[in-house]
């Protein structure tokens, strides 16, 4: 069966510093991987997404995303955080009939 | 453009008491998905419709209906409503394809005395 593994239920980072979220999946096909994010009281807003191609792909907001098929392993990027962008972000592989399988979420908090 | 509405968007339910959630997609999109968030658990998949007249089990059913009459509409219901159905529940619609995003709702907040 799928599953998505976060490892971090939480993570603070400083306004301005490098972000990297982890997320590893368990899919025996090619999997089809996805990046959400919630900000409070709203519902899910997709960032990025993978299926095939360049191993490196651009989301909105200025995340970026890497898939390495080798670590199973679709870890959730950015540069430079604001204090905007704290909420909390889902990793999903889509399990057939385009359903999705999702990780439990890492809240990510940006201290000033 | 409305994209995926749900309604109501809170509500406070006694132990057996039913009740039924709407969500409506203006997308023309034939997936349709009901799931729950609790704390620390991400979200699970109720029920989901892949058209209209269709519905299909999630990993947590038990407990809940679903009925998808109309293409845009997408129900869900309570029969006799528990606490441990307190919990966001969010609805989802996607065109088709898996490589197709979920476009999710508001959510609603249902808490179960």
């Known amino acids: 069966a799928q599953s998505v593994t976060q490892p971090d239920i939480h993570i603070t980072v400083s306004e301005g510093a490098s972000l990297e979220l982890r997320c590893n999946y368990s899919?025996?096909?090619?999997?089809?991987l996805f990046w959400y994010v919630q900000s409070p009281g709203q519902g899910l807003q997709l960032l990025l997404k993978y299926f095939s191609g360049d191993t490196l792909v651009q989301g909105i907001k200025g995340f970026e995303a890497e898939f390495k098929r080798s670590q199973s392993s679709f870890n959730l990027r950015k540069p430079s955080v604001h204090w905007s962008d704290a909420a909390e972000y889902f990793c999903a592989v889509n399990s057939g009939y385009s359903t999705l399988t999702f990780g439990k979420g890492t809240m990510l908090l940006v201290s000033p | 453009n409305a994209g995926v509405t749900q309604t109501p968007k809170f509500r406070v339910l006694k132990t057996g008491q039913s009740m039924t959630l709407l969500c409506a997609q203006d997308m023309n999109h034939e997936y349709m998905y009901w799931y729950r968030q609790d704390p620390g658990m991400g979200l699970r998949l109720i029920h989901y419709s892949v058209g209209e007249g269709t519905t299909a089990k999630g990993e947590v059913p038990d407990g809940y209906n679903v009925s998808r009459l109309k293409k845009q509409n997408f129900l869900l219901g309570l029969e006799s409503a528990a606490p441990s159905q307190t919990s966001v529940y969010f609805c989802?619609?996607?065109?088709?394809?898996?490589?197709?995003?979920?476009?999710f709702g508001d959510g609603t907040r249902l808490s179960i005395l």
């Open positions: 989802a619609s996607t065109p088709t394809g898996r490589d197709q995003p979920q476009h």
């Open positions: 899919y025996g096909a090619t999997p089809y």
